[in-house]
């Protein structure tokens, strides 16, 4: 088992920066992929980055390209999330997933363990 807790989320204006971690415990998360998705009111969850257990391969989807970073401290068993250049669409809770493949996946099913989301809310 793994666990999953993220934290960071919060109110900030459009075109500000937050950072969300998520902390993992229980069996290593070091060999897992890690990825973030987020969920709407009235929306589907959707993918948003994922980050390979080597800390180098990533991906994002095209709505954050360019403005989101995942990165992680597999030392630390924490990934991170580094949100630039905020717009109100990007308001969500966002969940952490863990899943015990080395794959690129971006569907929520393929991701064995899951947070309780945190959320972040972007002001125009």
């Known amino acids: 088992q793994v666990q999953l807790a993220e934290s960071g989320g919060g109110l900030v204006q459009a075109g500000g920066s937050l950072r969300l971690s998520c902390a993992a415990s229980?069996?290593?998360?070091?060999?897992?992929?890690m990825a973030w998705f987020r969920q709407a009111p009235g929306k589907e969850r959707e993918f948003v980055a994922a980050?390979?257990?080597?800390?180098?391969?990533?991906y994002y989807a095209d709505s954050v390209k360019g403005r989101f970073a995942i990165s992680r401290d597999n030392a630390k068993n924490t990934v991170y999330l580094q949100m630039n250049s905020l717009k109100p669409e990007d308001t969500a809770v966002y969940f952490c997933?863990?899943?015990?493949?080395?794959?690129?996946?971006?569907?929520?099913?393929?991701?064995?363990?899951r947070g309780q989301g945190t959320q972040v809310t972007v002001s125009s």
């Open positions: 997933a863990a899943a015990p493949y080395n794959g690129l996946l971006t569907r929520a099913l393929e991701y064995t363990y």
């Open positions: 229980g069996r290593t998360s070091s060999s897992y992929t």
């Open positions: 980050i390979l257990r080597n800390s180098v391969n990533t």
